[in-house]
């Protein structure tokens, strides 16, 4: 047995605990940068924060300008925002766009260079400047990734920088910070957590040398990710609807937070597979929002993959709550794939590719870029060919499954 499991140097999650902010980022550096945008600028929650950083720390310089997607040009501008404070710690409060856009910053800063001379896994050289993260958004579970998602102009999808020295030493996670979030943003990044924890509990295992826990970032999944992947389903499960259709529902809002946190550590080691591969190229091209993409990819793969993980989806069954106890594999599965189209429609995502505005025409190519993605591609428990993942896509775009039983 070889392992590894990755985290924060502390995690700290619960309803109030965004109060510790000031005194976690005064303990790691004096000069701090806030990363954010300029919506959450405007919260007050997100304003009493950085006033009570002010009061700890000796300088405090706010880059607001975080965009969607996290474009070169906006890492550039918050680099020099750094450099203009001489930064020895960064505050991150956002969404997993201001949290990746951070984590770029703290490498660029510590190690120099561009972006472009880190993407893939495992070219950062060292640890980075501390970093908080303090999520705003129950999805992206970047507060405890070792991943930063970035926009290249010149690449025609999204790319990564996966390295276990970017994972931010503190993730704050308090739930009342997520009480503002829009419904929209509440569905696209609770369906990308569920996402996670999916996708971790179904990726392929791989068999270690005692190099890869430190060479690579993506290994497979094992029983611990396991065991945070099924309880991050079960939260998400039973609560997203409701955060959705009520974002004052405190305890569907907390369980998405727990949820969302756990699915994080399940992918950090893990490892995402084929819809989120295959979204980079159709997120790129429709400029639809990642979590939209990638839920609606999700049944599509889990059916052409039913062979290998038929026990697997038995399980997701159940744990979000199915009745699936005398049910064979074959009959749990499509239980839960048709359970899972009833939530993707409810929280409003399109079920069809062609629905997003995709032609059909540029379903090979997209998976041919998406077969390159293989840090991702790698985890997918099914076939991973380019013919294997166009099936895929056609199945998407026309939403016909007829794999079903």
């Known amino acids: 047995m070889l392992e590894t499991v990755r985290g924060p140097r502390q995690l700290i999650v619960g309803e109030g605990v965004a109060q510790n902010i000031p005194r976690v980022v005064a303990e790691s550096g004096s000069r701090v940068l806030v990363v954010t945008d300029q919506v959450l600028l405007r919260q007050p929650g997100v304003t009493d924060i950085l006033a009570a950083v002010r009061q700890k720390a000796e300088i405090v310089e706010v880059f607001s300008d975080a965009t969607a997607d996290v474009p070169l040009t906006d890492v550039a501008l918050a680099v020099s925002a750094a450099a203009e404070v001489d930064a020895d710690v960064i505050l991150a409060i956002g969404g997993g766009t201001v949290i990746d856009l951070a984590k770029i910053v703290g490498v660029i800063r510590r ?14 050289p060292g ?17 405890l990734t070792p991943v930063s998602v970035l926009t290249d102009p010149d690449r025609a999808l999204k790319v990564g920088v996966s390295s276990v020295h970017i994972v931010p030493d503190f993730a704050i996670v308090d739930p009342e910070l997520t009480y503002t979030c829009p419904a929209t943003v509440t569905a696209h990044s609770g369906i990308d957590a569920f996402c996670h924890a999916v996708e ?17 970032v993506f290994l497979g999944r094992n029983p611990v990710t396991d065991h945070y992947a099924l309880q991050a389903a079960r939260r998400i499960a039973r609560s997203l609807r409701r955060a959705v259709s009520n974002g004052g529902d405190t305890q569907a809002r907390a369980d998405m937070s727990y949820g969302s946190m756990l699915a994080g550590l399940a992918f950090s080691h893990a490892g995402n597979a084929a819809p989120h591969a295959l979204q980079y190229p159709i997120g790129a091209a429709t400029h639809t929002p990642h979590g939209l993409g990638v839920g609606l990819l999700l049944p599509y793969a889990l059916d052409a993959a039913r062979d290998a ?27 839960f794939l048709t359970w899972l189209d009833g939530l993707l429609a409810d929280i409003g995502i399109p079920p069809t590719l062609a629905d997003i ?5 540029d379903l090979p190519r997209f998976a041919e870029m998406a077969s390159g993605v293989t840090r991702l591609i790698q985890n997918h428990p099914g076939p991973t060919d380019t013919a294997s993942l166009t099936a895929i896509l056609e199945a998407a775009w026309t939403g016909d499954r007829t794999r079903r039983s």
Do not use: F, K, N
């Open 127 to 143: 640890p980075t400047i501390p970093l908080v993260a303090v999520p705003t958004t129950s999805g992206t579970g970047s507060e």
């Open 200 to 216: 971790s509990y179904t990726a392929r295992p791989r068999a270690h040398g005692p190099r890869d826990p430190v060479e690579q």
């Open 111 to 124: 190690h120099g260079g561009t972006p472009r001379d880190y993407y893939g896994e495992s070219r950062v």
């Open 357 to 361: 505005g995709v032609a059909r025409a």
């Open 309 to 335: 993980i038929g026990d697997r989806l038995a399980v997701l069954a159940g744990v979000c709550g199915l009745d699936v106890t005398d049910a064979s594999d074959a009959e749990a599965t499509d239980t």
